[in-house]
């Protein structure tokens, strides 16, 4: 069983060094980040649903890691993620269940510390 907190310090670490070592191009990417997940129409815990549901559909586990801990610092529900899933399925077919489950996994070791 893939240890997702061991891959979130991971993922985080390697973003440390990626970002202090691409100078205005990774700060530019982080202002985007936060400018677009900033609380508009959308409040930001549904933007990190939809982002988690993105990360799915692409089939990328850092950034699914990453957006199932940023939706849980944002309150999601367990409930919520589950349907977040449903929609990447629907969207992304047979692949989406794997990563799907891969998103689940991350999500109740991560909710287990809650």
């Not at 240890?3 to 070592?21: I, T």
């Not at 700060?27 to 549901?53: P, Q, Y």
């Amino acid at each position: 069983m893939t240890d997702y907190k061991q891959e979130l310090a991971e993922v985080m670490a390697n973003n440390k060094n990626l970002f202090s070592s691409t100078g205005a191009t990774g700060k530019a990417f982080l202002n985007v980040h936060d400018e677009a997940i900033k609380a508009g129409a959308l409040d930001s815990k549904t933007k990190a649903l939809e982002a988690l549901a993105i990360a799915i559909t692409i089939r990328c586990e850092g950034c699914i890691i990453q957006h199932v801990q940023g939706a849980i610092k944002l309150g999601a529900t367990r409930d919520e993620i589950v349907e977040t899933i449903n929609v990447a399925i629907m969207m992304g077919g047979g692949p989406s269940t794997v990563y799907g489950g891969k998103a689940l996994a991350c999500a109740d070791q991560l909710l287990g510390d809650k």
